[in-house]
């Protein structure tokens, strides 16, 4: 593919002063990334569900049982207050499980918990592979690479994040910053670290899973106990970043959600631009 | 040139192509249906693949399966589990599922083994088993399938000790290992039996534990005789063992008829 496209580049810039000019797109995102990508929504769908399924039987965060009704799980408390605080749910039959209910299998689920959870954590090292390979296929891995001026790049996206409202509501200019490179540093920074998030929370799974035969493995997340501390907000990682992320990419437009479809772009710099890097 | 410039890891411009309108959006239509054919296609396999009723579901029954070979993949005999120190020691919960039996079982106890070469059933009691073998004493992590862990300071004789004693049938590559004084919830009899690869009961730390902490075992663990086998996960260190019976095919697994891992190897 890359190579059927260098020679017509090449045919295009011979022809492009004497023929009106269609539409410049660029190839972002190769067929394997695109995949990998979207089946990361059912894995991680299943994975945090079940997941959260299994911390039921034992949670990590834990105090002394309660007097009045025995409860000493922090999740369970977090349900107890959200059904005394939301409007409609004050006759809610079991707040205890309301977390539970809402964000995993269900309580006392445990065996199919465990069984969706293997499925989906084998997919999901499947999918990383694949990932990884269409990274090194479509050469994108170089874009998710961190540069020396992302510090301060990532602090000056940041500032227009945080500008947007305002100048929404006031009306005013309010520029993005300027960069040349496929994502801006914030991307950069999130594409990178999420993948990695993926092989922690693959290591910290094995070391939880295999204690015994991988215990070296636990022994690097700081045991057996700490590994599942450790594994628990790993999923974290990867709630905090969809939510920004899908926002983004729809506030975005339509180009990027595409982009990752089909593959195309056609946020492209006309070749003239780039003429005289050549 | 440009390239060399950039080096192996600069970034390199994106491959473009001009293409008319009318074919950019062409194709945009084409693998927008295919990405919705997909979705619908996943999520209907989903729906007839999932939940509902897991354990008949082929999926997960796999996954299960490869996970298992996995694990059994990862066990060697001759990998020593890690062993602490005293001062590691934490509490080891008594994790009866159900009621836990009334200690009257205990004077009248022994255990029968069965399925060995001789061909006879054999019964033995605590005394016979206690002055016969000698004792083995290790501090070794108990992993419960729920999540929660202990470090137990355990002492007993080798498993190992008890297949070159009184040698299996020459088939036998499972020993069944079954508790008839387990009680359900509600206090009524609920024998309990899991399967043990004989790869396991041979594990130099495989023990039929007699003593908990320095003390002869209490009740809440499995008074007189249990199974502690480090490599697998809780529920397979049977408390209250009252027959071993060796045999050449898988036997029943209490955990794995309730949706559980049969090999439950960690």
């Not at chain 2, 355990?154 to 499972?174: C, E, H, N, V």
């Not at chain 2, 534990?209 to 199974?227: C, D, I, K, S």
């Amino acid at each position: 593919m890359g190579r059927s496209i260098t020679l017509r580049k090449g045919a295009i810039s011979a022809s492009t002063l004497s023929e009106p000019p269609g539409v410049l797109v660029a190839k972002r995102h190769h067929l394997l990334v695109r995949w990998s990508h979207w089946l990361n929504v059912p894995i991680l769908l299943g994975l945090i569900l079940s997941g959260i399924s299994i911390y039921w039987s034992s949670p990590i965060y834990q105090h002394k049982p309660d007097p009045g009704n025995g409860n000493f799980d922090v999740a369970a408390d977090i349900g107890i207050w959200i059904c005394a605080h939301v409007p409609g749910l004050h006759r809610y039959r079991n707040p205890p499980d309301w977390i539970y209910n809402h964000m995993s299998l269900g309580p006392g689920m445990l065996a199919p918990a465990l069984r969706l959870h293997w499925l989906c954590a084998y997919a999901f090292m499947l999918n990383g592979a694949v990932y990884v390979i269409g990274l090194i296929a479509g050469g994108g891995w170089r874009g998710l690479l961190p540069r020396r001026a992302d510090v301060l790049d990532g602090l000056r996206m940041l500032r227009y994040y945080l500008g947007v409202p305002y100048a929404k509501l006031s009306r005013r200019q309010w520029q993005h910053p300027r960069f040349d490179t496929k994502y801006n540093a914030l991307q950069r920074a999130a594409y990178f670290s999420v993948p990695l998030a993926g092989c922690l929370s693959a290591a910290t799974g094995w070391a939880i899973h295999k204690p015994i035969q991988l215990h070296w493995l636990a022994a690097i997340f700081g045991g057996f106990d700490a590994a599942r501390v450790w594994h628990f907000w790993l999923m974290w990682v990867f709630i905090l970043f969809v939510v920004p992320h899908v926002i983004l990419v729809f506030a975005d437009g339509w180009d990027t959600l595409r982009s990752m479809i089909t593959g195309w772009s056609a946020r492209v710099k006309r070749p003239e631009v780039r003429a005289h890097e050549q | 040139m440009n390239n060399k410039a950039r080096g192996f890891f600069g970034e390199r411009p994106l491959p473009t192509v001009e293409m008319e309108p009318q074919v950019l959006r062409r194709r945009t239509r084409r693998d927008l249906l295919l990405f919705g054919a997909g979705t619908l296609a996943g999520l209907a396999g989903a729906g007839s693949l999932l939940p509902q009723s897991p354990r008949e579901s082929w999926l997960l029954n796999s996954a299960l399966r490869i996970d298992d070979d996995v694990a059994e993949a990862l066990y060697s005999e001759n990998r020593s589990v890690p062993t602490y120190t005293k001062s590691q020691i934490t509490e080891l919960k008594n994790n009866y599922n159900g009621a836990t039996p009334d200690p009257g079982y205990i004077p009248g106890w022994h255990l029968v083994l069965d399925g060995l070469a001789s061909g006879v059933s054999i019964a033995l009691d605590i005394r016979s088993l206690v002055t016969r073998f000698s004792i083995h004493e290790q501090i070794t992590r108990l992993v419960c399938v729920e999540g929660w862990s202990a470090i137990a300071w355990w002492a007993g004789l080798r498993f190992d000790g008890m297949i070159r004693a009184y040698p299996p049938i020459s088939q036998a590559k499972w020993v069944r290992v079954e508790s008839t004084v387990n009680l359900d919830a509600s206090g009524n009899p609920d024998p309990y039996y899991v399967s043990l690869d004989l790869a396991t009961a041979r594990h130099p730390q495989t023990l039929l534990a007699t003593h908990f902490n320095g003390q002869v075992l209490t009740v809440e663990h499995g008074a007189p005789l249990r199974l502690v086998a480090p490599v697998k996960l809780g529920l397979k260190n049977v408390k209250a063992i009252t027959r071993l019976t060796y045999v050449a095919e898988e036997p029943r697994d209490y955990w794995a008829e309730r949706g559980y891992s049969r090999y439950d190897g960690i």
